[in-house]
């Protein structure tokens, strides 16, 4: 988590060294401290029909995924696990993400899911992604994660392949989590077999943020090892939005 720091804080000694007079230069530091950061972690899931068995799986794994990313880096982590506009009833996923932005808002802010869908709400995962990255309850200095499941594209399967507007979604969910310095993860799984500009769209969204697009090929390849031996390197990697964005405001 501090190799971006590190390679930041070289440049910073380069320059500093270089130049006569130099401005004082201080970093913030992601998560709030060195020794034990915060960690705010969204786990969020397209919630369409075919998704069913996956967030069972992610469930009956999330004590033992956490349990694996805390003894790989420990820090002060807090998970919420949200739908898209849906719930699965007996899992974390109990609550959707437009619900819980209504709690913390007190009201019904205007969202990017509200929009006309041309595909099915419940699988416009970059809508969500931009609202919760915005609206979200984000503890102070904590880093900030979400971490996306879905088997389609960013804005639902209906039309199908309306690359355009994929594309404008996934730019606006981009801009959303840059600009709050939210760090994105995605497990793609590619039983659908969609056009391979949908994959060009989830490794945007995830390398863009500071974070990685997990490819699953089918359903079948989804079990609970997938979730713990991912979920460290979600954790460990949370704060690379933050990093980022200190590193780009020296420049």
Not at 187 to 202: A, G, K
Request: proline content about 4%; glycine content about 6%.
């Amino acid at each position: 988590m501090k190799t971006l720091n590190y390679f930041t804080l070289i440049f910073l000694a380069v320059f500093v060294f270089s130049c006569e007079p130099c401005e004082k230069i201080s970093l913030e530091v992601c998560g709030g401290t060195d020794e034990l950061p915060k960690v705010d972690l969204i786990v969020l899931i397209d919630a369409s029909g075919s998704m069913g068995s996956v967030a069972s799986t992610v469930s009956n794994a999330a004590k033992a995924s956490i349990d694996s990313a805390l003894a790989k880096c420990p820090v002060d982590l807090n998970v919420n696990y949200l739908g898209v506009d849906g719930i699965w009833a007996a899992t974390l996923f109990d609550s959707t993400h437009r619900n819980v932005i209504y709690q913390i808002q007190g009201g019904t802010p205007t969202l990017a899911s509200d929009g006309p869908p041309p595909g099915y709400a419940l699988e416009r995962g970059a809508n969500a992604i931009e609202d919760l990255s915005g609206l979200y309850n984000w503890r102070k200095e904590a880093c900030r994660a979400i971490f996306y499941i879905s088997d389609e594209e960013l804005n639902g399967v209906s039309p199908i392949n309306n690359f355009a507007e994929e594309d404008a979604v996934t730019a606006a969910a981009i801009a959303a989590a840059q600009l709050n310095e939210v760090t994105v993860f995605t497990n793609y799984i590619l039983e659908n077999n969609r056009d391979p500009s949908i994959l060009t769209n989830y490794n945007d969204l995830t390398g863009q943020t500071g974070g990685f697009n997990l490819t699953t090929p089918n359903m079948s390849d989804v079990d609970s090892t997938l979730y713990i031996d991912l979920m460290p390197q979600i954790v460990c990697n949370a704060c690379k939005a933050c990093e980022l964005k200190q590193f780009m405001s020296e420049q």
